[in-house]
């Protein structure tokens, strides 16, 4: 029975994630399997990988084919290369003891690299957030100032409107205390042409009195 290790999706529409299994290989993609390996989510970053090693090289070794996406993830795992070194202890090319080294070299090698991606892309996250705060800061602060500018601005309208109004209620200096008659002249000057022709009056009036 021809065996592939493959993906089988699951998931919902959009965020889909996969089981990693054995399966024959006339069986339908999501359909039935011999065994589940692992787990592989895409949604995340970077993508999350859960893998049974020991299972998955044990099916290579009994001539499962994984197909290209499969492959790829049997490989960053370090399936492929366990595959291979457990290969080269059946032939006697390499000790068991030396296949072990160097694998465990490389699976420390992975780590640091995912952990490096992992720091990194922590880092654009922190910085992202980070700008997004200063420019939030911005955009408060042009709001305050604007509503300032405002506050300011109608505080000078109202006083030069009090100041207006002042100005109109006070009266005339140069002309306080004398009041204007029909023809346009001061009260004051028709009272002096009053009295001056009273005057007159009083001293033709003296003329006419008998003498004693």
């Known amino acids: 029975?021809?065996?592939?290790?493959?993906?089988?999706?699951?998931?919902?529409k959009?965020?889909?994630f996969y089981w990693i299994v054995a399966a024959d290989s006339r069986?339908?993609?999501?359909g039935k399997y011999l065994e589940k390996l692992g787990?592989?989510?895409p949604n995340v970053n970077p993508a999350h990988i859960e893998l049974d090693l020991d299972g998955a090289v044990t099916w290579l070794q009994n001539g499962a084919q994984p197909t290209d996406t499969a492959r790829a993830i049997l490989s960053y795992k370090g399936a492929m290369l366990k595959n291979h070194l457990a290969g080269g202890v059946r032939k006697g090319a390499i000790s068991e003891e030396e296949?072990?080294?160097?694998?465990?070299?490389w699976l420390e090698?992975?780590?640091?690299?995912?952990?490096?991606?992992r720091d990194k892309v922590l880092g654009a996250e922190e910085q992202a957030k980070a700008d997004a705060l200063a420019a939030e800061k911005a955009k408060n602060d042009e709001r305050v100032a604007e509503a300032k500018?405002?506050?300011e601005e109608a505080k000078a309208a109202e006083e030069a409107e009090k100041a207006e109004a002042e100005a109109e209620a006070k009266p005339d200096e140069d002309y306080e205390g004398t009041a204007v008659t029909e023809e346009g002249e001061p009260e004051?000057?028709?009272?002096?042409?009053?009295?001056?022709?009273?005057?007159?009056?009083?001293?033709?009036?003296?003329?006419?009195?008998?003498?004693?």
């Open 1 to 12: 029975m021809p065996v592939k290790i493959r993906l089988q999706r699951h998931g919902k």
């Open 14 to 16: 959009g965020k889909p």
């Open 27 to 30: 069986a339908k993609r999501d």
């Open 39 to 41: 787990v592989y989510n």
């Open 99 to 105: 296949a072990e080294k160097k694998f465990n070299a």
């Open 109 to 117: 090698e992975k780590e640091n690299k995912i952990q490096t991606k």
């Open 149 to 151: 500018a405002a506050e």
């Open 188 to 212: 004051a000057n028709v009272d002096k042409e009053v009295d001056a022709e009273t005057a007159e009056e009083a001293k033709a009036e003296e003329k006419k009195e008998p003498e004693a």
